[in-house]
């Protein structure tokens, strides 16, 4: 059985699509845990109409919004079915996705089973195909099962990290503890699946569509405001886990640091609107004192990031050592 969670917040106008792209799915064993983050709109009353249509519907309330991370952990922790699913209220699934993915995971005994999505773009309503995982990375992996020691480092990083193109055994999650950011954190989903591939002892992939993505106005990927300072604290997150786990630091470290100065740092400040910056520019340096004071880190910082991206953020001026 699978455990379908959906997190819900003002998604009325897509709702219908994406409950109906669940209960259609040729696979029939299966329970829909909605999770209603404090949404104003008519979601809570649509989701009551179905779960008192069909007995596999399950619906929580959070009392005030907490976020897609705090949502799922709550349907985590009550989830039944051998595997897990996650799927956005928004989002929607190709009618034989249960179908294809059980079949793959039960005859490899995965821990996790990732595939593609396509994307559909709700301003124009077209479609479009979306892959996190080249055609180099696809060709080797395919059909194959691994763990995170087989990949090219410096393709961890680049993956997909999104909670909803992969299937995931709930056995494994229970029993390494996985779980998301319990705040109310925009890319919540970066620590769960870093943690999630580097502790998954039987992974594999199909390149096959299964998941519908729509793409619209006011989705995450657009964001420009104080929700991108989210990353900063993100950054920490990641970092602290990779780190305590040594052997994990070591071996990822330059992809780690490449990372998380790059994309959590100095990409997102560009994306930040300008009245935001200066703010933003701050708490990166406190989290760059951080990172050398607490981890020692400082060698490791000047000697794989950028030095365009460290004298960006002024990093000769914090006096960072590893004492």
């Known amino acids: 059985m699978i455990s379908v969670i959906i997190p819900i917040y003002n998604v009325e106008q897509y709702l219908f699509v994406c409950l109906n792209s669940v209960l259609r799915q040729i696979y029939q064993d299966f329970k829909i845990i909605f999770i209603n983050d404090a949404s104003s709109d008519s979601s809570p009353d649509i989701l009551n109409y179905f779960s008192k249509k069909d007995s596999r519907i399950k619906v929580l309330a959070n009392e005030i919004n907490r976020g897609p991370g705090f949502s799922r952990n709550r349907g985590l922790d009550i989830a039944k079915g051998k595997y897990i699913s996650f799927l956005d209220g928004d989002d929607f699934l190709s009618p034989n996705a249960f179908e294809i993915l059980i079949e793959k995971a039960e005859m490899d005994n995965l821990d996790l089973l990732m595939f593609k999505n396509i994307v559909f773009y709700q301003k124009n309503q077209d479609f479009g195909m979306e892959s996190y995982y080249d055609m180099k990375f696809m060709g080797r992996f395919e059909n194959q099962v691994f763990n995170h020691w087989d990949l090219d480092k410096t393709k961890l990083f680049v993956m997909s990290n999104a909670p909803w193109n992969k299937l995931y055994l709930k056995s494994f999650l229970d029993e390494n503890g996985i779980r998301f950011p319990n705040e109310n954190l925009i890319h919540e989903d970066n620590p769960f699946f870093y943690e999630v591939i580097t502790s998954a002892d039987r992974i594999s992939i199909i390149s096959t569509y299964l998941h519908n993505r729509r793409r619209r106005q006011g989705s995450i990927m657009t964001l420009t405001n104080e929700r991108l300072f989210d990353n900063i604290e993100i950054a920490k997150i990641v970092f ?71 004298e960006f953020f002024k990093f000769d001026e914090l006096r960072c050592d590893d004492d």
């Not at 994306?271 to 607490?294: R, S, W």
């Not at 880190?297 to 460290?310: A, F, G, K, S």
């Open 240 to 310: 602290d886990y990779f780190f305590k786990k040594h052997e994990l630091y070591e071996y990822y470290k330059k992809e780690l640091l490449t990372y998380i100065f790059r994309t959590l740092f100095y990409v997102k400040y560009h994306q930040i609107d300008d009245n935001l910056k200066e703010e933003f520019f701050g708490k990166v340096q406190n989290v760059c004192k951080v990172f050398c004071e607490k981890y020692g880190i400082y060698n490791d910082i000047i000697e794989i990031v950028n030095p365009d991206i460290l």
